[in-house]
């Protein structure tokens, strides 16, 4: 088929870090491939930045999180009537200025094919690790690791984070918005098993690279080793809604002949986090404790919304 110009904006979520923010704003004025427009929902407490003929600021000092702006975002390119939107974190550094030109060129090369395509992505790298944070397959009641050909430049999966995925809206149109009262993790992830259920195809490109800050590390003495590692932390916060989201997600999704499946997967990751704030974790480990607890009970009988 022959290639038409596409017309894109930008998303990005802000929260409290205005260079992280301009940085990312920056490397998206340096695409070569045209972005229209850049919608950015800033949940600080003050204003990070104000809008402009091409940037729009909507500004949520009241903080709706990641899932209520990316409803917004989508909402938004829906009714301007874009062909795609290019979803940021503000941890997420485009800096590649073919970046965009490499997820459309994939797009439109997959387009005209018989399954629609969701999403197209680029392959994140954890810049903490500098290693692939990779897509997942759905088996069920759990993701695992993706089906890689090593033939073909791209892959498919079943679910992916959300920064640097370029949405079709023409798929976004034919499915629920995100689900805002996910309020922050998972929410990506929801959203793709959505388009995944309805047969919209999500693509990674092994050529787009993009840097992504996943996550805090610290350096701690492994108490069995006494060797130091890397590891990752988390917030109280952070917690209850990884365990609060992740279990609503697999149990929610999961067909009724998974279902015990999935609750006992929920309880093994409940006790997998815990063991990991006992010998890992940074105080208050309490607290670290008590939030996924409650996050996985709130996520067993679906208790949602902004609840820590």
Not at 281 to 302: F, H, S, W
């Amino acid at each position: 088929m022959s290639e038409r110009s596409l017309r894109v904006a930008a998303y990005i979520t802000a929260f409290e870090d205005q260079q992280a923010v301009m940085r990312c704003v920056q490397l998206l004025d340096r695409q070569h491939y045209s972005i229209e427009q850049i919608l950015i929902v800033d949940n600080s407490r003050t204003s990070l930045l104000d809008s402009s003929m091409r940037i729009i600021v909507e500004h949520h000092p009241e903080n709706i999180g990641v899932a209520g702006g990316m409803k917004i975002a989508v909402a938004w390119a829906i009714e301007q009537k874009f062909d795609l939107l290019w979803l940021f974190d503000q941890d997420s550094t485009p800096d590649d200025p073919d970046l965009l030109k490499k997820l459309v060129d994939l797009y439109q090369a997959q387009e005209s094919l018989n399954s629609p395509i969701g999403i197209v992505a680029p392959l994140p790298i954890d810049t903490y690790r500098n290693l692939p944070i990779h897509g997942s397959d759905w088996n069920g009641y759990d993701f695992e690791p993706p089906k890689i050909d090593d033939s073909l430049d791209f892959y498919e999966c079943d679910a992916l984070i959300t920064s640097g995925s370029l949405l079709s809206i023409a798929a976004a149109k034919n499915n629920p918005l995100p689900l805002d009262s996910l309020f922050l993790d998972a929410v990506d992830w929801f959203y793709c098993l959505t388009l995944r259920q309805n047969h919209y195809r999500i693509l990674v490109s092994k050529l787009a690279i993009l840097k992504h800050e996943l996550g805090k590390t610290h350096t701690v003495k492994c108490p069995f080793s006494q060797q130091e590692i890397v590891t990752h932390t988390a917030s109280a916060l952070r917690y209850y809604y990884s365990s609060r989201n992740h279990t609503f997600l697999s149990t929610r999704m999961a067909p009724r002949k998974l279902r015990k499946q999935a609750i006992l997967h929920r309880l093994r990751m409940l006790k997998q986090n815990l063991r990991h704030i006992r010998y890992y974790e940074t105080p208050p480990r309490k607290l670290k404790v008590y939030a996924c607890l409650r996050g996985t009970i709130d996520g067993l009988i679906g208790r949602l919304g902004r609840t820590w």
